[in-house]
């Protein structure tokens, strides 16, 4: 396996995001934070995703001395510069002046010049001025030996409804449905309700206030809101791309907090197309009262995992917090030794960076009690800053050997955008209960409990790579996706899916004449029922002489060809098929008809790790809350993390010596990890 660099270091990048334009009335500050990046080990900073006020004061009045000298400091120190477009928050004279750069929200209510990441993104204006501005960037820092990587703007989410949005929504419309109403209505199934669309000016973005029913329409103004952000993003790196050709660039992804599923608000599969290198800001509520440490661990890497999949190369994680956030429900800082620990974590998932918001904290307004590197002591004493110099002086070690590497999974995990905003839109099953991304964690966390590396892969990643794919209620299926199953399975692949799965098509219409004929194929039985169940309800199946708990869901099920591996125990379906297992042409195909209790994964995914021989990076005996993922130096050498997300000491085995890389000793197969403790090893 080839090293892969995605930026023009050949080092791991230990830094983040730097604010000196608030600082610009104290020059020492400015002047202490030289020195400080380097007693930290800090070798890169991320500039400009909010400075255009201080980069354009006035209109087409400029000033970027300020920026060359950040340019210029770090170029000082050997460190670079990942600078960021501007147009994640605006100037007030611009709202002021051209007023269509403020979002309408959904309720049709123009917003007032405030807080950030609120513009117009189909704004004429808007987008000329983004692009002038990244052109004079371009221009000014094109052949600054500092300038590593292109930000484009800041964590784009969010949707407009004004007038302009509303026109390019339906050309994008137009241009999905052939200029066709007619083909629209048969999508939306537009005599229900008497919802029929007669003329294009009938079309409106979906509202609260008109309570948008209409399911095939809301998931096209999903659609809509992800390409027009993408194609605004487009136009917002034109000039980069002409000027910078050989900088690349990177926007920074998001999930969704507090339950760590993925962004919900813009399909990041499409996305990721886009960008060349993917990166990622991370703020897990660490030491929460409603999760063990380990479980939150596991929705970390699952995450990662998931934009490790987009481009099958090192990633950088943008942001995160050395210590505490400031908009959790309850704002905890990092227990000792934690913030090391999830730093490790990132590199042994594939990133290429540990990058922080912020590097020292503001003093006013919201964010002055975030986290930062740098404290409002502006001490390097405290005990955060040592802890972050510690990762650093950790990441210098490590460079060498890990930046550019890679990771490899056997088992691909399928997370479907389209499908989680159909699937919540849908009105049925328990209204509070569908939990489909909860539902694929917790597949994942069987995976992970056992260090077998899982890539969260999209419908159109390639499945043929993996010997396993696991495809948990994937709701809405285009008959493109069936049949690129249908070929995985016949080609020899395992598939494993169940409940739910398969029961729409692309607009959200349901599939006519039972399951899909190629579905029934493939797995040999046809779903008939799902019974829904309220938290007081539960049934129990049999699997392999044992009983485990349905709790949510279980689908009844017709067997036509398939050998039945569980039973329902419970109810008027009792004793008939729960589970089944179906040999596919040179594959076999899994349903699981029920949503069942983790200790049924943990069993069943057991026995397929053994039947298809997966294997972790390095087999390490130990006891839940300890996770060991690595990556693939060359053909011979892993660098392997050995990462114990408990609170308790944890002995762990491994059958032979090992090389503890940080201290360059050999040391013996079997060691204690104190709590929180992460050792990294080659093998
Ligand atoms: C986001 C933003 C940052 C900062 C952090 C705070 O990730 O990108 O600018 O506000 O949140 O956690
Ligand atoms: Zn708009």
């Keep these: 396996m080839t090293k892969e660099y995605v930026t023009s270091e050949r080092r791991l990048l230990h830094g983040g995001d730097y604010n000196p334009e608030q600082w610009k009335d104290y020059p020492e500050v400015l002047e202490q934070d030289i020195e400080l990046m380097k007693k930290s080990g800090v070798n890169t900073v991320s500039v400009g995703m909010f400075s255009w006020t201080s980069m354009e004061p006035e209109e087409e009045v400029y000033d970027f001395e300020w920026l060359d000298q950040v340019f210029d400091r770090m170029n000082s120190i050997g460190g670079k510069v990942i600078l960021a477009t501007p147009s994640g928050a605006r100037p007030a004279w611009m709202a002021k002046k051209y007023p269509e750069v403020l979002r309408v929200d959904s309720l049709r209510r123009k917003q007032l010049y405030g807080a950030r990441h609120n513009h117009c993104y189909t704004s004429p204006y808007y987008r000329s001025k983004t692009q002038e501005i990244n052109r004079k960037l371009a221009e000014r820092y094109q052949n600054h030996p500092a300038l590593l990587l292109w930000h484009i703007s800041n964590e784009y989410g969010g949707e407009c409804h004004c007038n302009l949005c509303q026109e390019a929504f339906r050309g994008w419309l137009k241009a999905r449905y052939d200029n066709s109403l007619e083909k629209i209505n048969q999508a939306w199934w537009g005599p229900f309700w008497s919802h029929t669309i007669t003329d294009w000016n009938q079309i409106e973005s979906p509202s609260p206030i008109g309570e948008n029913l209409v399911h095939g329409m809301n998931l096209d103004w999903r659609r809509f809101v992800t390409d027009q952000t993408i194609d605004f993003y487009k136009n917002e790196i034109v000039p980069l791309r002409e000027i910078t050709p050989d900088i690349p660039i990177t926007t920074n992804f998001m999930s969704d907090n507090p339950e760590f599923i993925p962004f919900r608000g813009l399909d990041y599969s499409k996305f990721a197309k886009e960008v060349d290198i993917i990166s990622w800001d991370a703020y897990p509520a660490w030491h929460n009262d409603y999760e063990e440490t380990y479980e939150l661990a596991s929705k970390v890497a699952f995450i990662n995992d998931s934009f490790k999949s987009m481009k099958q190369k090192p990633w950088l994680l943008m942001e995160s917090t050395p210590s505490l956030v400031n908009w959790h429900q309850y704002n905890k800082p990092k227990r000792p030794n934690m913030h090391y620990l999830s730093s490790m974590q990132m590199l042994a998932h594939g990133s290429d960076s540990n990058l922080y918001f912020q590097w020292r904290k503001s003093r006013g307004a919201s964010e002055k009690f975030h986290g930062a590197v740098v404290d409002h002591d502006g001490s390097a004493e405290n005990r955060v800053f040592k802890e972050v110099s510690q990762v ?267 090389l503890d890389v940080l201290t360059n000793e050999m040391i013996n197969g079997k060691f204690a990890l104190e709590p929180y403790e992460v050792k990294v090893i080659e093998k």
Excluded at 448 to 459: N, R
């Design 392 to 658: 650093g002086a950790t990441m210098e070690k490590l460079s060498d050997k890990v930046v550019g590497t890679k990771r490899k999974a056997e088992v691909g995990l399928l997370y479907d955008w389209e499908s989680d905003w159909a699937l919540e839109d849908a009105q049925g099953f328990g209204l509070q209960t569908k939990d489909y991304p909860q539902t694929l964690q917790k597949h994942y966390q069987a995976f992970w409990e056992k260090d077998i590396p899982v890539d969260v892969i999209s419908k159109e990643n390639h499945f043929n790579e993996y010997k396993l794919l696991v495809v948990p209620m994937l709701y809405l299926m285009s008959e493109k996706t069936i049949t690129r199953l249908k070929d995985f399975v016949a080609a020899g692949g395992t598939l494993v899916s169940g409940y739910m799965t398969g029961l729409v098509n692309e607009s959200d219409l349901a599939y006519l004449g039972g399951w899909k004929k190629d579905l029934q194929d493939i797995f040999g039985i046809e779903p008939i029922e799902t019974d829904t169940f309220y938290p007081s309800d539960s049934n129990k199946i049999s699997y392999k002489e044992k009983m485990y708990t349905v709790k949510d869901y279980a689908t009844i099920i017709t067997n036509k060809n398939a050998d039945v591996i569980g039973n329902y125990l419970e109810d008027f379906y009792s004793e008939t098929p729960a589970v089944t297992y179906n040999k596919y042409h040179k594959g076999q195909a899994y349903y699981i008809g029920a949503r069942l209790e983790e200790a049924f994964n943990q069993v069943f995914y057991q026995d397929l790790i053994d039947e298809l021989n997966l294997s972790p990076i390095l087999k390490v005996d130990h006891e839940v809350g300890v996770s060991v993922q690595g990556r693939k130096v060359d053909e011979d050498t892993d660098i392997v993390f050995i990462m114990n997300f408990t609170e308790k000491k944890q002995t762990v085995k491994i059958e032979h010596e090992v």
